[in-house]
């Protein structure tokens, strides 16, 4: 967690029973965030604010998410840059994406010309349809794939390996599940967009594309944007601790996909392609 994690001294003030205030000086631990120049062939492509770690799975899982690839032949390489700090120091802050044969090469006129902060994943797009991409990867039929009481525990199990969060409380998070409830990705981040793409960019470069057969847990809510990465990347089930937003519900039921929100306490609601849970 050494760059996922920055330390700073705070004043922590406490009302007691009485209304008076006592105030002690002690040392807090903050979840990183900084800047990420994203390039591809060498020209600067956008900006995004992220917690530091994952780096080449984050660019990779974002061209997925782009509709750039689907495939790890399309991706010829991932570097950091030259990026330094006012003392000189290499900031790990800049990383070109050179694309391989087969990668749908966006036009110059496509690049966020702007910061993504966090919270937003596709801020600097110019309108819902420069949003909608065409996937490229099949989605698997709509028949009973998993067991609700599985689907039920998947929150449990990605706060169990959150080691970002329990130090900070200030990451989302996505974990990667098979049907059976078996881990097999989790990644933190401060912009629970992020953490998405750092899920997806592990299997685009484990070359575990499309992810037939999985679903994907985030810890905060489901928007548009988490609907479609899922989407590109075949991921047949999104599950969600929070609310799903409307326009994100009609995306899922367009595209196929399962979609579940409020995923805690053991209930949950599904919002779309209720078929993929047995019993349901």
Partial sequence: MARSTARRRIVRVRIGADGSPTASRREDVLAAEEPL???????????????PGDDFDLVAGFLVGEGVIADPAELRSLRYCAGRDADGEQTYNVIDAHLGAGAVRPPPTAARHSTTTSACGICGTESIDAVAKTARLPIEVATPLLRPETLAALPDALRAHQPVFDATGGVHAAALFGTAGDLRCVREDVGRHNAVDKVIGWALRADRLPLAGTILQVSGRASFELVQKARLAGIPVLAAVGAPSSLAARLA????????GFSRGGSFAVYSHPERIAGV
């Fill in 37 to 51: 120049e994203m390039r591809i062939d060498g020209s600067s492509w956008t900006v995004t604010m992220r917690t």
């Fill in 253 to 260: 039921d367009d595209t196929g996909v399962t979609l579940v």
